[in-house]
DNA sequence: TCGATTATGGAACGATCATTAAATAATATC
DNA sequence: GATATTATTTAATGATCGTTCCATAATCGA
């Protein structure tokens, strides 16, 4: 029919992902993502649409590290043991960074999802991957007697996702010094579960 | 000396802090500084030097904002409802509007404290703020025993300030329908302090 | 090989960005 | 009332904003 893409969809898009995730979407200009992803801007209007469109697919892309804490979620270990991996390599991650990125959901929710309802839909689905990865976990850790099955698994997957967005949020403030705070969150929140 | 100001400081801040608050430090542009406050551009560059500047004073300005938090807690009631009506009240604030918003420290704890860590200490100072009220109120609940003191009353206290923090961010991505949801993590945030 | 179709890269669009310069106005001290 | 000092207002700065246009290139089915 006609000339075929040069480009490789998913390295662009990463790309996208990376700026949006570490210059926020505001922050990033369009000449920000042509840097970044090496196509000139009438390739990537022409794919995209516009930089709304960019920052959906770039989004939608991002899901695929949600899975990758679900994954991690899995690895051996007790399910106890494996939410306090998640939440302690979260708080590490960022509090071990010269430059600080967070989480490209949890930021898209606070930057952009209170004014923009189609944003807030994909946030909300990168966030029902991590929860429902949560709540496996938990309900491995209530059938092996860890976690109590006083309350029900989706319950406690959302009391705890909970307090990681909260992490998210402490984290960007916090220094190197204030990790023995959060870790003592991160304590209180898997008590919490027994 | 010489010419006074025409102009009041808090009325300024406050517009400028709604404006920051509404739109975000990137999204607020000098014009609508100006177009907010009524001041000049060069009333505003000369009072503030520039757009960090205002954006810092205004940052300042909104801890009122978590103060009044605080009163709310000191309101007669149990502490644990006071810490419910807490929660519920962030919740709701912004579930029910047409326009959410958030919290602009919250907001400006992802968007702008992870990448500048000068706003990263304003922001700290104003999250410091809550963490204390909702500390005192669980040591009044502490002594009323109506929380358990098996651990202390600042980590309970950051735990809970941790959960709001959480809530924050799944407000702004929450409709009117996950209400129930979101008030199932406050019921099991609560249930963790007893 | 041709025509239709789409991709590409770069120039160009008007608008807006944050910031500054300059001219005028208002006050305090002397 | 003169002078020094600061506030206010307006215009203008060069840079960058998101987006579009256009000429060229590459591939398809016919």
């Known amino acids: 029919m006609a000339r075929p893409r040069e480009f490789d ?31 000139g801007r009438g390739s990537l209007y022409a794919a995209y649409a516009n930089k709304q469109g960019i920052f959906e ?5 991002y899901h695929k590290r949600a899975q990758g804490h679900v994954d991690q ?6 399910p106890v043991e494996r939410l306090r991996a998640l939440m302690e ?8 960074a010269s430059e600080k990125r967070g989480c490209l959901a949890t930021n898209s929710a606070i930057e952009v999802a209170n004014r923009d309802p189609h944003v807030a839909d994909l946030v909300r689905g990168n966030f029902d991957i991590l929860t429902r990865g949560i709540e496996e976990t938990i309900r491995r850790g209530q059938d092996a007697g ?6 029900d698994a989706e319950t406690l997957a959302l009391f705890v996702f909970n307090a ?3 992490l998210r949020v402490l984290t960007s403030t916090a220094g190197a010094k204030d990790r023995a705070k959060l870790t003592t969150i991160i304590d209180q929140t898997l008590i919490a579960l027994t």
Do not use: C, H, N
Request: charged share 30%.
């Open 89 to 96: 390599g979260i708080v590490d991650v960022d509090l071990g």
């Open 146 to 151: 860890e976690i109590r099955s006083t309350t």
């Open 73 to 78: 979620l899995r690895e051996p270990g007790s």
């Open 9 to 39: 969809e998913d390295r662009v898009l990463d790309a996208a992902m990376e700026t949006f995730w570490r210059k926020g979407y505001e922050g990033t200009s369009a000449q920000d993502l042509v840097d970044a992803t090496g196509l």
């Open 164 to 166: 990681v967005q909260g």
């Open 57 to 61: 697919q770039a989004l939608r892309r």
